[in-house]
């Protein structure tokens, strides 16, 4: 057999039947028109539907139905997934010991303060799609406009605040600070993002100059233990000492008090005595005698009543006891 009636022999075994060839066209379309009219949103996120490229609505959870061929595209979004852009550092994985990424990113972090002094800022933003088809056709990457946006933010507040703020009582207000502004910005440019929370990780002065940063810290910090110190000593020695001269003022003064009224009774006395004295000389004496006698007598030990005329009684006496 030659080699031109082998390859005929061949062709006529590999002839297929059209009506096989319609039917197999026929099943591919019904399978491709199946597995391209359904689809399954999972339960945290949100199903956009474009029909010939415009917005046609926006499914919830669950298994839907759509027109194949391409005529309208889902897109699915994460809307009840929290996300989160990280600033100034980056994690490899996160867990019990997290890793970082080794590589720099002072272009983020390198902030200038109000008081023209330079910080190392890290943060993170944590965040949500609120509306998923403002996020996906209102904003051209919407990911890149909010990390253009949170540092735009965090810049401004950071140049409002000393350096000293910044690294210790300054942080959480700062933080809520940019929370506000950021999601303002996003509202304005309508991204369809809701921040949750904007966290400061870490602040500290940049590596050639912490140790003279902590060497100030430590001088402010003496210093201030000196001051309490002495707010102390003067908390406890002052108020005392004003507390003692307040009680001698008033010590003083009652005692003077004391001694007018007494002075002033006294001479109302004297003086109604000598008014009465005025009246009846010789009775007004006579009774000054007897009270005055009234006072005295009844002092005296023992008495002797002795006749004038009596002399000599002495040495029977005894005054030895």
Same mark, same amino acid.
């Given at each position: 057999?030659?080699?031109?009636?082998?390859?005929?022999?061949?062709?006529?075994?590999?002839?297929?039947?059209?009506?096989?060839?319609?039917?197999?066209?026929?099943?591919?379309?019904?399978?491709?028109?199946?597995?391209?009219?359904?689809?399954?949103?999972?339960?945290?996120?949100?199903?956009?539907?474009?029909?010939?490229?415009?917005?046609?609505?926006?499914?919830?959870?669950?298994?839907?139905?759509?027109?194949?061929?391409?005529?309208?595209?889902? *897109?699915?979004?994460?809307?009840?997934?929290?996300?989160?852009?990280?600033?100034?550092?980056?994690?490899?994985?996160?867990?019990?010991? !997290?890793?970082?990424?080794?590589?720099?990113?002072?272009?983020?972090?390198?902030?200038?303060?109000?008081?023209?002094?330079?910080?190392?800022?890290?943060?993170?933003?944590? *965040?949500?799609?609120?509306?998923?088809?403002? *996020?996906?056709?209102?904003?051209?990457?919407?990911?890149?406009?909010?990390?253009?946006?949170?540092?735009?933010?965090?810049?401004?507040? $950071?140049?409002?605040? !000393?350096?000293?703020?910044?690294? %210790?009582?300054?942080?959480?207000?700062?933080?809520? %600070?940019?929370?506000?502004?950021?999601?303002?910005?996003?509202?304005?440019?309508?991204?369809?993002?809701? $921040?949750?929370?904007?966290?400061?990780?870490?602040?500290?002065?940049?590596?050639?100059?912490?140790?003279?940063?902590?060497?100030?810290?430590?001088?402010?910090?003496?210093?201030?233990?000196?001051?309490?110190?002495?707010?102390?000593?003067?908390?406890?020695?002052?108020?005392?000492?004003?507390?003692?001269?307040?009680?001698?003022?008033?010590?003083?003064?009652?005692?003077?008090?004391?001694?007018?009224?007494?002075?002033?009774?006294?001479?109302? =006395?004297?003086?109604?005595?000598?008014?009465?004295?005025?009246?009846?000389?010789?009775? %007004?004496?006579?009774?000054?005698?007897?009270? %005055?006698?009234?006072?005295?007598?009844?002092?005296?030990?023992?008495?002797?009543?002795?006749?004038?005329?009596? !002399?000599?009684?002495?040495?029977?006496?005894? =005054?030895?006891?």
């Amino acid at each position: 057999m030659s080699q031109n009636d082998v390859l005929r022999s061949i062709a006529d075994q590999l002839r297929i039947n059209p009506r096989m060839i319609k039917t197999f066209v026929v099943v591919v379309i019904l399978l491709i028109l199946v597995f391209t009219s359904w689809f399954t949103i999972s339960a945290e996120e949100a199903g956009v539907i474009l029909r010939l490229g415009k917005y046609n609505r926006t499914v919830n959870p669950g298994l839907h139905f759509k027109i194949p061929f391409g005529i309208e595209d889902v *897109y699915k979004v994460p809307v009840q997934r929290q996300l989160k852009e990280e600033f100034g550092f980056r994690t490899l994985s996160a867990g019990i010991q !997290s890793t970082y990424d080794s590589r720099s990113y002072t272009d983020e972090s390198v902030m200038l303060t109000g008081d023209l002094n330079v910080a190392i800022v890290e943060w993170i933003v944590q *965040y949500r799609i609120d509306d998923p088809y403002k *996020y996906l056709f209102k904003v051209r990457n919407a990911r890149s406009t909010l990390r253009d946006m949170t540092e735009a933010a965090m810049r401004e507040v $950071i140049g409002d605040r !000393s350096v000293a703020e910044i690294l %210790t009582i300054g942080r959480p207000e700062i933080a809520s %600070t940019v929370q506000v502004e950021l999601q303002k910005m996003a509202n304005d440019y309508q991204t369809g993002l809701r $921040i949750d929370q904007v966290v400061l990780q870490n602040v500290t002065p940049p590596d050639p100059v912490k140790p003279s940063f902590n060497e100030v810290n430590e001088a402010q910090q003496d210093r201030e233990k000196l001051i309490n110190q002495a707010r102390s000593e003067y908390n406890k020695v002052i108020p005392r000492a004003m507390g003692e001269a307040q009680q001698t003022i008033q010590e003083a003064e009652g005692y003077a008090l004391n001694r007018i009224n007494r002075a002033k009774g006294e001479a109302a =006395l004297f003086t109604a005595v000598f008014e009465e004295y005025n009246k009846a000389p010789d009775v %007004t004496r006579e009774r000054i005698y007897l009270e %005055t006698m009234n006072q005295i007598i009844p002092k005296v030990g023992k008495k002797y009543i002795i006749d004038e005329g009596v !002399s000599g009684i002495l040495p029977m006496l005894n =005054l030895d006891k």
